[in-house]
DNA sequence: CTGCTTCCATATCGACCGGTACATAATATC
DNA sequence: GATATTATGTACCGGTCGATATGGAAGCAG
């Protein structure tokens, strides 16, 4: 697919590795955490390098925040499919827990989107919104999943879609500041178990 | 108690009025996106006044955090004097709501440990330290009373008071991340009930 | 009034921020 | 070979960061 027009002096540097790198930074540090200093020092490629192959920072961040929703959150979706409501919960959480801390202790804590929407200056304003949004996204699709998991019987008693998915949603992103504030791997997975243990419903 | 030496020129603000004004602006921009040039100006004060007064940025951020949980986080002890674990729950939530999202929408969203501890540079890392540890305290206060509260026959099955320190801990954090990315507080007061109603016990 | 102390306002400091101009080096096309 | 095109490295831009030096203004005690 890259049948690229080679015509100049050709790249010295691995663009997924640099933009690899990149959001190790982001995930790290936040995006006005991360400095131009930052990233170049870690992707290991000079400033006029990374303007020319990723334009600026911001665009920077989003193809770091693209990447990021690619391979470290692709538990998202099959989630989605599964039976139950609980099913549902249950691989999301498990799923959090290994991209909030890695089992092999090579990505960052916690969960970029979380890092990047709470609040910093009035600079990333636009990067917040951005990550909130797709946040919203992802709200819906499990509202509608929970939605038919209500139809389908799979709750104890009365639950509202809205309020089970918002549920869940916080959990999630307490998990996310207790994982990025240093808790152990053991200590968010109990948390999540408890969860699930008392999850109203099948 | 304030029986200062009254030699020289008297201060032409008030303090107290100038921390809250300090405050409101590290609540909403955290501590690295609080610039000095935003801080002053809430405070209506000049820089050497500042310096004067508070020490420094730093310093400044300390006597804010000391103010927020002397005055916006009064709630928490008192929960911790409910006679179950499921009050204690109940006071923790629904006095995080109205610090989360003050019902007269004077004060900002969201907490302020979080946005603070929420990873940013480099520079702030003591300052993050400082309110981790703060939240550790915490932590240990609510897991004895937990202790306590398995004693007292609270939980319906076995329950690991860490554990569900850590869980209740979870989903306030959660709530706060929601809060300040913009959910309503009925939102959060759903999610709140829903958890209240899944309790394990009384 | 004269000292003395403290506060306020201006005008900066050096360091770092995101972003670039410019010259040079390395490849393809002709 | 010559030339066009692209990448790289250096050195730098204006702006903002947190923090201060300095000089004058405003109050006290004598």
Redesign the pocket.
């Known amino acids: 697919m890259e049948a690229v027009?080679?015509?100049?002096?050709?790249?010295?540097?691995n663009v997924d590795a640099a933009l690899a790198a990149a959001l190790r930074v982001f995930w790290t540090r936040g995006y006005?955490g991360?400095?131009?200093?930052?990233?170049t020092e870690a992707m290991g490629?000079?400033?006029?390098?990374?303007?020319?192959?990723f334009g600026?920072?911001?665009a920077?961040f989003r193809q770091a925040l693209d990447l990021y929703e690619r391979e470290k959150q692709a538990f998202v979706r099959p989630a989605l499919e599964q039976p139950t409501a609980k099913g549902v919960a249950e691989r999301l959480l498990q799923g959090a827990i290994d991209n909030y801390l890695d089992p092999d202790g090579c990505d960052p804590r916690g969960c970029l989107g979380v890092i990047t929407s709470t609040a910093c200056?009035t600079?990333a304003e636009c990067i917040r919104d951005e990550v909130l949004e797709r946040g919203r996204k992802v709200n819906e699709l499990f509202t509608q999943r929970m939605a038919k998991a209500v139809a389908d019987g799979d709750f104890n008693g009365p639950v509202d879609p809205e309020t089970i998915t918002n549920y869940l949603m916080t959990v999630l992103k307490g998990m996310a500041v207790q994982a990025g504030a240093g808790a152990t791997r053991d200590e968010v997975q109990r948390v999540a178990d408890a969860t699930l243990a008392m999850w109203p419903g099948r």
């Open positions: 027009a080679v015509r100049g002096r050709p790249r010295e540097f006005e991360a400095s131009l200093t930052d990233l490629i000079t400033r006029p390098s990374l303007y020319a192959a600026n920072k911001e920077l200056g600079e």
